[in-house]
């Protein structure tokens, strides 16, 4: 078992629509939870992190974390064509063996 | 424009051979990670390098290896490349050891024929 799971997607929405996207993970050590955005044929660039438990929001993004569930999750709200690209969650330790494990992506596409 | 550079940005190479790939990190940045991203595993953590010495080490073949040097740019190494190589890596950096926030380069994709 992969200790951060993603659904790979394809998720194909329309414009406008509230985008939720998802990762488990099993190691409860970690306590850093990153989104990157990677668009094709370019490197990932950091969205969002949550330290711990809990959300934020930034712009018409949030993110959440459950780790009594040991599960996040990343919300667009009013979805654009921009946001068409997969998205990565990614986890970091903060004590112990130095871990930063990232999910396989979830692709978007969001439809005009 | 992450600040990161890579270099080559594709490499097309034979079974056997030994190529180098090199990455600048942000200014300022101190450690550098390079990743392996390939369509069936995503992105998998190699190694971590911070002002020149090894820090963390992930999945690293012993046909690979890296070093930073005290300009702190850094070099992959991948030797008798196989076929199950080809990927596109990627360079990241950070300020810090173990920052939450890392940096990406381009990338470079290797196919090895």
């Known amino acids: 078992q992969k200790e951060v799971e993603q659904d790979p997607g394809p998720l194909s929405v329309p414009e406008g629509a509230i985008v939720s996207l998802n990762c488990t993970y099993s190691?409860?050590?970690?306590?850093?939870f990153m989104w990157y955005r990677q668009y094709s044929r370019k490197g990932p660039e950091l969205l969002m992190y949550?330290?711990?438990?809990g959300n934020k929001e930034d712009g018409r993004f949030t993110a959440q974390v459950d780790k009594s569930s040991k599960y996040i999750s990343l919300f667009i709200r009013d979805s654009q064509p921009s946001d068409s690209a997969t998205y990565l969650c990614?986890?970091?330790?903060?004590?112990?063996?130095?871990?930063?494990?990232f999910g396989t992506g979830t692709r978007l596409k969001v439809l005009a | 424009d992450s600040g990161v550079t890579q270099t080559p940005k594709h490499l097309i190479t034979a079974t056997g051979q030994r190529v180098t790939l090199r990455c600048s990190p942000r200014?300022?940045?101190?450690?550098v990670y390079w990743y392996q991203q390939s369509l069936d595993q995503g992105l998998q953590f190699l190694i971590q390098?911070?002002?020149?010495?090894?820090?963390a080490k992930g999945n690293i073949l012993e046909r690979f290896s890296a070093q930073q040097f005290p300009d702190l740019h850094s070099e992959l190494n991948l030797s008798s490349l196989e076929l199950g190589d080809s990927a596109l890596y990627f360079c990241?950096?950070?300020?810090?050891?173990?920052?939450?926030?890392?940096?990406f380069g381009p990338g470079t994709r290797l196919t090895v024929t």
């Open positions: 990241a950096s950070s300020v810090g050891t173990a920052s939450y926030e890392q940096y």
């Open positions: 190691n409860s050590a970690f306590q850093y």
């Open positions: 949550t330290y711990s438990s």
């Open positions: 990614a986890m970091k330790t903060t004590s112990g063996t130095y871990k930063y494990i």
């Open positions: 200014s300022g940045d101190l450690s």
């Open positions: 390098y911070y002002n020149g010495e090894e820090r």
